[in-house]
């Protein structure tokens, strides 16, 4: 996403986000944020400098090096968000273990059906390309 749209969506002026993420340069790395070239316009406008795009993760660190009541509030939901993906993949492992204690106690007869769950537990591939911005140096 471009800074200024963030700055808005953050509730706070472009200035403010620009300022926060130079003070805080170390917690932005090139998968976090970069800078779009000349030859990437954006628009029309007078810009002195070509505008900062963030990457998904980039978005994420801006709520934490703002001080908005908004950025606070996100911050806080994407601390939430990891508790909630720790605990859904501690589950799935519960239930691994658990299917594999059950089938050690199974006889043969049953390996159709363990095999079936082991298939259904397994997501499906992905085949929609990933969205968003990729600097060239992360590209494959």
Do not use: W
């Not at 997501?123 to 060239?136: E, L, N």
Request: aromatic content about 8%.
């Amino acid at each position: 996403m471009i800074y200024s749209h963030l700055a808005d969506l953050y509730a706070v002026e472009t200035k403010t986000l620009n300022r926060a993420v130079k003070r805080n340069l170390r917690r932005f790395p090139v998968d976090f944020m970069f800078q779009l070239t000349a030859k990437e316009p954006l628009g029309r406008g007078g810009r002195r400098y070509q505008p900062y795009v963030f990457t998904e993760q980039g978005v994420a660190m801006l709520s934490s090096v703002l001080n908005s009541e908004r950025a606070v509030m996100v911050n806080v939901e994407i601390m939430r968000a990891f508790v909630r993906l720790r605990q859904m993949l501690a589950s799935k492992a519960d239930l691994a273990r658990k299917l594999q204690e059950l089938e050690s106690k199974c006889d043969h007869q049953f390996r159709v059906v363990f095999d079936a769950i082991r298939q259904l537990m397994t997501p499906p591939p992905s085949k929609t390309k990933p969205i968003g911005f990729r600097p060239k140096a992360l590209r494959k």
